[in-house]
């Protein structure tokens, strides 16, 4: 099964704990404060990666945690920092928010985006030493690490895609052209899932084309298999419109599948499109199109069987896929690195740790919010909190 959907959760590491501890010296009564920063908690990263060709990992692994941060000792000893999780994806995969916003679109190898950042390593009780207050009895706990539900949705980048009726020869036409295996078969819906190729050029140039299953009337409202894959048409700068020339009115067949481009939208009703008449070998001459049709940039007449017109048409290819746009490497660029910043914490407290519990500073938050705050800090029952002026328990 080719999975182009995933929903993961990610949960970046909580940082690490600051120490409270106190130095020990030979002739030193009582040493000063010596407890180091705990270590910041680990992000977990998307990576997109050239090899990989679906989301199925996704479907029996939704949960992605980042390491935690080690906590701080004493003689200033910081706490590592916690794993970093990378999770490869197919390039090509874009990230939404639970709100159904795109965060980012992983448009080329290399791209990564920090979906959860570490929370920050809480302070040792050795940054708090003031002139007066040099014996500081307390110190921070690690921030939690940003926590959140993403949709994952991969959207295929070809040069060109293929489209046409179930068994017009897309496949076949893929296999004379690029290094693809498709399926190949007498029957409608041979392909399921879309498959890509790459077409070489003599002087080294490279194409990528992608097979999509055919599409039938119906298609952008779910007939079929197409509507599905519809979505893998969208980032192809070019259409390749390939007809049966055997089975008909080939300017019928044309509307059919024109329609459904132009129900779906998304901007494939105005992609330039080159017209593909194939299975040439079953018919006496070349039928006519008759269309008049700025989007159609080419027609050509091949057949898959003989391969005659093959060579004419993936040559031409290079000349009509439209070259990449002027800003396309600015924005892929800037894909390079990206971190997605969910909403800000909404943390105006502070989560000391003392000899005996725990000390809130900053705005004191109530009920649950402070008491799973506590928890997640490690508060155990019958922990000291003090909270102003007031010194609970922690139950
Ligand atoms: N005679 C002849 N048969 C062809 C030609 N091209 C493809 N075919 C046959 O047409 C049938 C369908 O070909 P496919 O390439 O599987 O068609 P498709 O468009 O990928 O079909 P779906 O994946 O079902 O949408 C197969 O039996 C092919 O052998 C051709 O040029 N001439
Ligand atoms: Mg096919």
């Given at each position: 099964?080719?999975?182009?959907?995933?929903?993961?959760?990610?949960?970046?590491?909580?940082?690490?704990?600051?120490?409270l501890?106190?130095?020990?010296?030979?002739?030193?009564?009582?040493?000063?404060?010596?407890?180091?920063?705990?270590?910041?908690?680990?992000?977990?990263?998307?990576?997109?990666?050239?090899?990989?060709?679906?989301?199925?990992?996704?479907?029996?692994?939704?949960?992605?945690?980042?390491?935690?941060?080690?906590?701080?000792?004493?003689?200033?000893?910081?706490?590592?920092?916690?794993?970093?999780?990378?999770?490869?994806?197919?390039?090509?995969?874009?990230?939404?928010?639970?709100?159904?916003?795109?965060?980012?679109?992983?448009?080329?190898?290399?791209?990564?985006?920090?979906?959860?950042?570490?929370?920050?390593?809480?302070?040792?009780n050795?940054?708090f030493?003031?002139?007066?207050?040099?014996?500081p009895r307390f110190a921070e706990?690690?921030?939690?690490?940003?926590?959140?539900?993403?949709?994952?949705?991969?959207?295929?980048?070809?040069?060109?895609?293929?489209?046409?009726?179930?068994?017009?020869?897309?496949?076949?036409?893929?296999?004379?052209?690029?290094?693809?295996?498709?399926?190949?078969?007498?029957?409608?819906?041979?392909?399921?899932?879309?498959?890509?190729?790459?077409?070489?050029?003599?002087?080294?140039?490279?194409?990528?084309?992608?097979?999509?299953?055919?599409?039938?009337?119906?298609?952008?409202?779910?007939?079929?298999?197409?509507?599905?894959?519809?979505?893998?048409?969208?980032?192809?700068?070019?259409?390749?419109?390939?007809?049966?020339?055997?089975?008909?009115?080939?300017?019928?067949?044309?509307?059919?599948?024109?329609?459904?481009?132009?129900?779906?939208?998304?901007?494939?009703?105005?992609?330039?499109?080159?017209?593909?008449?194939?299975?040439?070998?079953?018919?006496?001459?070349?039928?006519?199109?008759?269309?008049?049709?700025?989007?159609?940039?080419?027609?050509?007449?091949?057949?898959?069987?003989?391969?005659?017109?093959?060579?004419?048409?993936?040559?031409?290819?290079?000349?009509?896929?439209?070259?990449?746009?002027?800003?396309?490497?600015?924005?892929?660029?800037?894909?390079?690195?990206?971190?997605?910043?969910?909403?800000?914490?909404?943390?105006?407290?502070?989560?000391l740790r003392t000899d005996?519990?725990f000390r809130?500073?900053?705005?004191?938050?109530?009920?649950?919010?402070?008491?799973?705050?506590?928890?997640?800090?490690?508060?155990?029952?019958?922990?000291?909190?003090?909270?102003?002026?007031?010194?609970?328990?922690?139950?």
């Amino acid at each position: 099964m080719f999975n182009d959907r995933a929903r993961i959760h990610v949960q970046a590491g909580r940082g690490g704990d600051g120490a409270l501890s106190f130095r020990r010296e030979k002739y030193v009564p009582k040493g000063g404060p010596d407890g180091g920063d705990g270590g910041r908690g680990g992000d977990v990263v998307l990576v997109a990666d050239p090899d990989l060709r679906d989301l199925s990992r996704f479907r029996r692994e939704r949960l992605f945690k980042g390491g935690r941060g080690g906590h701080g000792g004493g003689s200033g000893k910081h706490g590592a920092d916690g794993g970093r999780v990378e999770l490869p994806v197919p390039v090509g995969t874009q990230v939404f928010d639970a709100d159904g916003n795109l965060v980012v679109d992983l448009a080329h190898a290399g791209a990564q985006a920090v979906l959860g950042r570490g929370g920050s390593g809480g302070r040792g009780n050795r940054q708090f030493a003031t002139p007066t207050r040099q014996t500081p009895r307390f110190a921070e706990v690690g921030a939690p690490g940003e926590e959140a539900d993403f949709d994952l949705r991969l959207k295929l980048l070809a040069d060109a895609a293929l489209v046409g009726l179930p068994n017009a020869g897309k496949s076949s036409l893929l296999t004379r052209i690029s290094n693809a295996k498709p399926k190949v078969a007498d029957y409608p819906f041979t392909t399921l899932e879309p498959v890509l190729g790459t077409v070489d050029a003599p002087d080294g140039r490279q194409l990528t084309v992608a097979d999509v299953p055919g599409l039938i009337e119906g298609a952008s409202e779910g007939v079929g298999l197409g509507h599905e894959f519809l979505a893998h048409l969208e980032r192809a700068r070019l259409l390749v419109h390939v007809i049966d020339a055997a089975a008909g009115d080939p300017a019928e067949q044309f509307r059919t599948i024109d329609r459904e481009l132009a129900e779906y939208g998304a901007g494939l009703e105005t992609r330039p499109q080159v017209v593909v008449l194939n299975k040439m070998d079953l018919v006496r001459s070349p039928p006519s199109l008759g269309l008049a049709d700025e989007r159609i940039v080419a027609v050509f007449a091949v057949s898959c069987a003989t391969g005659k017109g093959i060579p004419e048409f993936r040559r031409a290819l290079f000349d009509l896929a439209p070259p990449l746009a002027d800003s396309a490497p600015v924005e892929s660029a800037m894909a390079d690195f990206l971190v997605y910043r969910p909403a800000p914490r909404a943390r105006p407290f502070k989560i000391l740790r003392t000899d005996r519990g725990f000390r809130i500073t900053g705005r004191v938050p109530e009920g649950e919010e402070l008491e799973e705050a506590l928890r997640a800090a490690g508060a155990k029952t019958g922990d000291e909190v003090e909270v102003g002026e007031d010194v609970l328990e922690f139950q």
